[in-house]
Structure formats: structure tokens, C-alpha cells
């Protein structure tokens, strides 16, 4: 086999300028010809849009990101900046075992859709522009990320459902940070019904003791900090019972990064 200094045909496959070019001209080409035969559609709404992945005016105005003023832990949106520092009542009264959560977007109305066609409907496309999204609204929980992980389904749900949508986010958030994924870092040993009916007391008893650090990847977590995947944000139980499972198993610190959080007055039992 030729070595990378020896001149061997690898090599010369590898790093050949012309063929890298022409590589790119026929990915560009293949797009534009794919774009031709399936135009573009808006991910929201299936308006015409200029590229795979994006949502058309109209649809891209309705939806809140989050920005700046946060609270600095859990990343509930403020109407007034009062210092980068600065917690809601929530945190103030009981602080949550993750140490920041941040979400690209309110969970309202006009985003349930977008949440709702990736989680149920098998579609998958929008994994990529969800990642992008993701990346932007976590760029300071990624900077000081070792590893990302999503929150995980049984296994019984999982072969219902076929993917786990908070996988395919991590996945996607990995690609645009160059971050490492554990998709099983965290286990659901426990089978638990769903929590769209819960309150958040029924929800935190719901989920206590389900989740286990798979001990095939203990050392990624001993003393690393993990940043957690969700697709939504509600009570927090469920990311909360995660963090302290990874915090009981030796983690230096958990975040967490959610496509979407619902945004309203929260209260923490102690």
C-alpha cells in the first residue's frame, strides 16, 4: 500500500485539486438538477422557498427565537436585561441540578408544527437547519461542552417510534460544533408513560430513577461536562433527571440545549 508520502495513487485521490473541483462542481450540479425535479419547499408550510431546509417569510416571522435577555441558568426569556448574571423567581427559589439550558425557540402555537412533523411524522429533513439553529442559540454551552448526548428513549418506544428525534438534534448539533456524541450515553431502564398530561409534580415523579449512564461509557463522563439534547423544554423534570443521574455517575457539570422551551412562570417545589 502506498504511504502518504510515497506519491501512491491514495494520495494523489485525496488531495488532487482538479479532482476536489470537479467533485464540488458535480454535488453543485446534482443539487441544482434535484432542485429542479423537487423544488425547495418551506419546512412549515410547503411554500416555495430558494433551499432545502429553510422556512418562507411568512413562516420565519412567526417564529420566536429566544435571545438575549436570559435568565442565566435556566434560559427563560426576560423582557428587560438585568445583567448577564441576573435568575428568574424559579432559579432564585430552587435551583435546577443542570447548570444552564438554553432553546433556540418558544414552543407556541406557531412552532408546535415544526416540532410536531419532526417528533411524529418520520420527517427528518429538517434535521440539519434544527442543528444550525441549535448551534447558534448553544454556541457558549457548546464552547465548554466534552461531550453531547441526547435524552433518550426506551428502548420499547424507540422501536415504535423507529428514531429518537433528540438523537437526530445531537447528531446534527455535533456535525456543526466538530463535538463528540454518545447517542447511548444515557439509558431509559425504565419504561415511563408519556408527559404531555402531567403537571410538573406528576412529571418529576414520573421520571425519577429512569434514566442510568450505560456503563460502557462511563469514562466519557467522569469528570467531563455533558451537554444534554432535548427537542422541548416544559417543567425541566425530565432533563433534571438526567442531570443528576450523569452528576451522581461524575460528571463536572450538565447543560442542557432544547429546540424549543415553553415559555410561562415557572415554579420549582422544593
Known amino acids: 500500500m502506498d ?57 420565519w416571522s412567526k417564529i420566536a427565537f429566544i435571545a438575549a435577555p436570559v435568565c442565566a441558568c435556566c434560559g427563560l426569556p426576560f423582557e428587560v436585561d438585568a445583567g448577564p448574571e441576573t435568575l428568574c423567581g424559579a ?21 408546535r408544527r415544526l416540532v410536531l412533523m419532526f417528533k411524529h411524522a418520520d420527517r427528518l429533513d429538517p434535521a440539519p437547519t434544527f442543528g444550525r439553529w441549535l448551534a447558534l442559540a448553544g454556541a457558549g454551552l457548546l464552547a465548554d461542552a466534552d461531550v453531547i448526548a441526547p435524552i433518550p428513549l426506551h428502548r420499547w418506544r424507540l422501536l415504535w417510534r423507529r428514531y429518537n428525534q433528540s ?11 466538530g463535538k463528540a456524541v454518545v447517542p447511548d450515553l444515557v439509558v431509559r431502564h ?33 469528570d467531563k461536562t455533558v451537554l444534554l439534547i432535548d427537542d422541548v423544554l416544559t417543567t425541566g423534570a425530565t432533563v433534571e433527571a438526567c442531570a443528576r443521574t450523569l452528576l451522581r455517575a461524575g460528571a463536572a457539570a450538565v447543560d442542557v440545549l432544547t429546540l424549543a422551551r415553553v415559555v410561562r412562570p415557572q415554579v420549582r417545589m422544593p
Do not use: I, W
Not at 438523537?167 to 455535533?174: F, M, T
Not at 425504565?190 to 421520571?207: H, W, Y
Open 3 to 59: 504511504s502518504p508520502d510515497s506519491g501512491g495513487g491514495m494520495a494523489r485521490m485525496e488531495f488532487n485539486p482538479a479532482r476536489l473541483a470537479l467533485a464540488g462542481a458535480a454535488r453543485r450540479y446534482g443539487r441544482a438538477a434535484l432542485d429542479v425535479l423537487l423544488p425547495p419547499q418551506c419546512m412549515s408550510c410547503s411554500a416555495a422557498v430558494d433551499a432545502p431546509g429553510a422556512l418562507c417569510a411568512a413562516c
Open 91 to 111: 432559579c432564585l427559589a430552587k435551583r435546577p441540578r443542570y447548570r444552564r439550558a438554553r432553546a433556540a425557540f418558544r414552543y407556541d402555537a406557531e412552532s
Open 167 to 177: 438523537a437526530e438534534l445531537a447528531r446534527a448539533v455535533g456535525r456543526h460544533s
Open 190 to 222: 425504565r419504561r415511563t408513560p408519556s408527559q404531555a398530561d402531567l403537571n410538573a409534580r406528576e412529571r418529576r415523579l414520573n421520571v425519577a430513577g429512569a434514566f442510568s449512564v450505560n456503563p460502557r461509557h462511563r469514562a466519557a463522563v467522569r
